[in-house]
């Protein structure tokens, strides 16, 4: 049994560099001790891993050659409900002990 590429799936050779470098990128804030970092990094690693999951599911892949993506998915998912801010507005406020703005 052959695994599929990129490139059999319908996707650019270079596609490969992209999510990769997104899979690694989004894994840094993991290890940032900051709810507020985990969780981007969390919900920006199951945003990925939706598209390759969603590529599993219509690729001719073997479950034996699609385990992977799912379960992957399933870790980032339950990091980002672990780090889920009490309000989606502290996504968006400057950390604590750090003013938003320069001041004078």
Same mark, same amino acid.
């Given at each position: 049994m052959t695994r599929l590429g990129h490139v059999e799936w319908g996707y650019p050779s270079w596609m490969r560099f992209v999510i990769g470098s997104l899979e690694g990128l989004s894994a840094i804030p993991l290890a940032i001790p900051s709810r507020r970092t985990r969780f981007?990094?969390?919900?920006t690693l199951a945003f990925v891993l939706t598209g390759e999951v969603t590529t599993h !599911? !219509?690729? #001719?892949?073997? +479950?034996?050659?699609?385990? $992977? @993506? #799912?379960t992957h998915l399933?870790?980032?998912?339950?990091? @980002?409900? @672990?780090?889920? #801010?009490?309000?989606?507005?502290?996504? +968006?406020? $400057? #950390?604590a002990g750090r003013a938003p703005y320069p001041t004078q």
């Open positions: 981007l990094g969390a919900t !599911i !219509i690729s #001719p892949d073997g +479950l034996s050659e699609s385990w $992977a @993506a #799912p399933v870790m980032a998912g339950a990091l @980002a409900l @672990a780090n889920w #801010p009490a309000d989606w507005r502290d996504l +968006l406020r $400057a #950390p």
